[in-house]
């Protein structure tokens, strides 16, 4: 499966990474609220130009620079560890989770009080339901990629 790799960017200035099956995958999963910032939970998501895809030629310059300049903030921090670390972290994620789809915030309410055997569980939510689990007191960690549908343990 081919996966293509976006920039995005958060309403909170927070840039990261999205792996996705196509740009109508990662705009279907965005409208249905499926993809929030990996730092602050945000779902106020949009595709920010990569730095490795900006067309360097001499006539696009200054257009490219002015939309460079507005989409990504001086401040912003920057890792390039995309091909070890965080290929290993998915790969683990997949490896040691129950992939249980849009079941994810009921099976986890399940799991922390008590009705269904304690594992580790992997799925989609929106970022109400996320909230909604946080403030229960059940941890959720958000992932910055999609998994490829079918990549289960």
Not at 24 to 46: H, K, T, W
Not at 115 to 133: H, M
């Amino acid at each position: 499966m081919i996966v293509k790799v976006f920039d995005l960017l958060c309403a909170n200035d927070h840039r990261f990474e999205g792996w996705f099956a196509s740009g109508a995958d990662f705009e279907q999963q965005r409208n249905l609220g499926y993809i929030a910032c990996p730092m602050c939970g945000d779902s106020q998501v949009v595709k920010v130009p990569a730095a490795s895809y900006v067309n360097t030629r001499a006539s696009d310059r200054s257009v490219k620079s002015e939309r460079a300049d507005e989409a990504v903030p001086a401040h912003t921090q920057y890792a390039n560890f995309r091909s070890s670390i965080l290929a290993k972290v998915v790969e683990y994620v997949v490896k040691n989770t129950e992939d249980v789809g849009r079941e994810f915030p009921e099976e986890a309410r399940k799991i922390h009080y008590g009705e269904s055997p304690e594992r580790k569980i992997r799925g989609t939510a929106s970022t109400q339901e996320v909230s909604e689990l946080r403030e229960e007191g059940i941890e959720v960690v958000a992932l910055p990629v999609t998994i490829p549908a079918g990549k289960s343990h």
